[in-house]
Each structure stands twice: as structure tokens, then as C-alpha cells.
């Protein structure tokens, strides 16, 4: 009897590594996936933070891929090694911060490792040729597979027919003639096979699964570097870049402004790092204050801070400021009007 | 059998899990551990990490903002 060939599935949490995935099992292949945290990653958690958002349903659609499979699934925190591939990548970002063909090629390279390591043959993806415009066009799949160093061991089980044989195929542990030829854009062929599998449900991110994509993140990121003047970051300032408003009033402090409950909460777990503002009189957001500010900087950014809460219109408004390495003062002070706050202070 | 406990607190999803999934790959099965998180999503997600690894979910709670989670290893 021909040893079981075990291979590793790169599991986002979307269709198409469900898909891929399934298609090995349906082969007999023992199939255990990846998932990767880099902290970009989109969850319906960080989107729960926000109040408005708390009726959807709040799960991690890679574990929920993995539970549709009955595989195992282990997630691997990435966030330190990947702070390379977003400063530093070799062959640029995407129409926004997103560094997606660096991306793949890490991503692949920490499969082999993980392969290698613990005892599997090969590893597949999702991947569907011309299906994005960086990282799955036809002519850069093969630096992947180069850059990465996994040779022919990275199988692509929904397009594998577009694509030369690999070794899983020529050594018959898969069957080659019932792998898949999709290719370009076109969603319905992966909607037809998922209903095929039964699966229903899965998730349909809007605008990827990652942060990197979106322009109003990366915007926040840049100027994130640019007040810093170093590009650098930890896994809580991408955090915070996903929460609130973002007001930059002067390049030496920036403001961070809950929009409402649920970011209230989860921007006073940050209290002990950042200088803060609270509205006392009347309903108001917590606000963050990320820089070294003088005491008219405070007084400019309680006035603005003022200008998000219920008393916005009020004569007079009361705040607490709390100073990051200082004693806590309360101030009264006149919100600022609307027109007074400039469009470009905006992040 | 021993008892365990993780502090798994002001981290978003998937942190604890991967805070869950790394401690227990360091016990033995029948080991309990208990994972405390302030994200309600764990309440979904270390339990979906917990069946299909193999390991049991004894209890869950929430106090106040804090989940708290039960763990039995498998010997998955």
C-alpha cells in the first residue's frame, strides 16, 4: 500500500482555499491547514468593534473553513517577520500599501518551512490564475514558486490544468484529470462547485482580506510614518488604525476620535499608553492623543474632541485631559465649529 | 492532570486563539486550562479552534466584559 500523502493548505477564511482544500480530500490526500495573523488581516471582529456592525455574525471564517473540511487548522502569528514584507518589499506595493507578490512569496515560504517541519509533502492554495491583478497574474506565478523555493511542490488544485504538471501530479499522488482549469475574474464557476460541496455561507469579503488593500487604511499607515519619520510600527498601532476617526490638527499630534460605544471600549483599553480626553458634561467619544502636545496643543484638541460629542453646540464644554506622564485637569472649553476643522486634518 | 490559565485579555481575534493554541501545545492531554479574553468573539472561535484540534470545551462564562473559557487537551 502507497504511503498517504499529506499536504498543507493555505486557508484564508474565503471560497477559493475552501474549495481547493476540498478537492484533496475528495482525492484522499490528509489535508491539516495554515492560516496566517499578520495583523492586516480583516476580521469580523475588529469590524464588531463598532456598534452598528455587532449583528453580523462574529466568527473567523478560516476556522470556520477548516470545521466545513473537518481538518485541522493551525493559525500562526506572523506579525514580527511580516513588518519586513509591508516596509521593505522587493516588488512594491498595489494600487495601495498592499505588497501582495512579496506577500505570496513569504507566505509560501513559511508553508515550506511549516511542511518541512512537520512531516507533509506538499502544499496548496486557493490561487486561480488571473484572478488578481498582482499576485495570481500568469507571468508572476512562476517567481513564486521561485522566490518562495518550494519548486514544484506548490499545487494549485483549482487551475492546476492551466498550469505545467507538478510533482504531486507526475508522482500520481494527485490525479491530475480531476483537478480544475479556472482561470480570470469570473466568480460563478467557484459558486457552482461550492454548491456542488454543499457549502453555503461562506464568507464574501468585500475589498479582500486585508487591510492593505483598502486606501483609507493605507492612507493612516503612510501618515502613520511620515509624523514618525521612520517607517516602523507594532501590532497596536495597526490596530488603532482601524478604529475611529483619525484628525491630525499639526504634524506633531495626531487625535484618535470614537465613533461610538463599541470603540469607546476598545480605545480605553489603550489609556495607559496615550494621553487622553474625556467629554465630562455631556455624551462624548474617548479620544486618544498620539504626540507630544503643549498645553494650547490640549486645549486645540479638547476643542476638537468637543466637537464629536452632544454638546457641540453648547456655549461651554467640560473635559478631562489626562496628560500621558502627568496629572489630570479638568478644562472648559468652547467646541469647535465644524468649519473650523479643516478637511486635510483628516487622516 | 494539571491546571492552567491564560491571560488572554485586550487582544482581538485571532490573538487568543493563537495564544489558546500555543499554550496548549505545550500540555498534556487531560491538562485544563482556562483562558480568560475581554474579545466576546472567543466565545465562537477558541470553541470552533477547540473542535476541531480535538480538545474539549468544559465550561464557558462571561463576566461582566470577560469570557472565560474551560479547556480539557486532547490527545489529538
Redesign the interface.
Request: proline share 3%; hydrophobic share 40%; charged share 25%.
Given at each position: 500500500m502507497s504511503k498517504p500523502r499529506k499536504a498543507v493548505a493555505l486557508i484564508s477564511g474565503g471560497l477559493d482555499s475552501l474549495l481547493a482544500a476540498k478537492l484533496m480530500l475528495e482525492q484522499g490526500i490528509h489535508v491539516e491547514g495554515i492560516?496566517f495573523?499578520t495583523g492586516f488581516?480583516v476580521?469580523?471582529?475588529?469590524h464588531?468593534?463598532r456598534k452598528k456592525d455587532k449583528a453580523k455574525?462574529?466568527?473567523?471564517n478560516?476556522?470556520?473553513s477548516?470545521?466545513q473540511l473537518?481538518?485541522?487548522?493551525?493559525?500562526?502569528?506572523i506579525i514580527e517577520e511580516y513588518k519586513d514584507v509591508v516596509i521593505n518589499p522587493k516588488h512594491g506595493y498595489g494600487a495601495n500599501m498592499n505588497p501582495c507578490l512579496d506577500c505570496k512569496i513569504f507566505m509560501i515560504s513559511k508553508a515550506k518551512q511549516w511542511m518541512e517541519e512537520n512531516g507533509f509533502d506538499f502544499i496548496i492554495t486557493g490561487e486561480v490564475v488571473g484572478q488578481r491583478p498582482m499576485s495570481q497574474r500568469k507571468d508572476l506565478l512562476p517567481v513564486v514558486v521561485r522566490e518562495s523555493g518550494i519548486d514544484d511542490l506548490l499545487l494549485r488544485p483549482l487551475c492546476a490544468k492551466n498550469l505545467a504538471p507538478t510533482l504531486p501530479e507526475r508522482e500520481g499522488w494527485v490525479d491530475r484529470e480531476k483537478l480544475l482549469d479556472f482561470s480570470g475574474r469570473n466568480r460563478k464557476p467557484q459558486m457552482a462547485l461550492a454548491k456542488q460541496f454543499g457549502f453555503d455561507d461562506y464568507a464574501t469579503p468585500a475589498g479582500g482580506c486585508c487591510f492593505l488593500t483598502d486606501e483609507s487604511y493605507s492612507k493612516k499607515l503612510v501618515d502613520l510614518w511620515q509624523a514618525r519619520n521612520k517607517k516602523e510600527y507594532e501590532l497596536d498601532d495597526i490596530?488603532l488604525l482601524k478604529v475611529g476617526r483619525h484628525i491630525r490638527p499639526a504634524p506633531h499630534y495626531k487625535l484618535i476620535v470614537s465613533r461610538e460605544d463599541g470603540e469607546n471600549?476598545f480605545l480605553n483599553?489603550y489609556r495607559k499608553q496615550f494621553s487622553t480626553i474625556e467629554i465630562k458634561s455631556h455624551n462624548g467619544p474617548l479620544t486618544l492623543v498620539d504626540g507630544e502636545l503643549s498645553d494650547d496643543d490640549f486645549k486645540q484638541a479638547a476643542r476638537i474632541a468637543a466637537r464629536f460629542s452632544q454638546g457641540r453646540d453648547a456655549d461651554s464644554v467640560n473635559v478631562l485631559i489626562t496628560p500621558l506622564d502627568g496629572e489630570a485637569y479638568s478644562l472648559d472649553i468652547a467646541p469647535m465649529p465644524a468649519s473650523e476643522i479643516k478637511q486635510e486634518w483628516y487622516v | 492532570m494539571s491546571e492552567y490559565t491564560l491571560d488572554a485579555r485586550n487582544s482581538l481575534c485571532p490573538m487568543p486563539v493563537i495564544k489558546t493554541q500555543n499554550k496548549v501545545n505545550e500540555l498534556e492531554a487531560g491538562d485544563i486550562l482556562t483562558v480568560t479574553c475581554t474579545d466576546p468573539g472567543a466565545l465562537n472561535d477558541i470553541p470552533a479552534w477547540c473542535r476541531i484540534n480535538g480538545h474539549e470545551v468544559v465550561e464557558t462564562c462571561e463576566h461582566g466584559s470577560e469570557v472565560i473559557i474551560r479547556i480539557r487537551v486532547g490527545d489529538a
Open positions: 492560516n495573523y488581516c476580521e469580523g471582529h475588529t464588531a468593534i455574525p462574529k466568527r473567523n478560516a476556522l470556520w477548516a470545521e473537518g481538518i485541522k487548522l493551525h493559525i500562526l502569528d490596530m471600549k483599553g | -
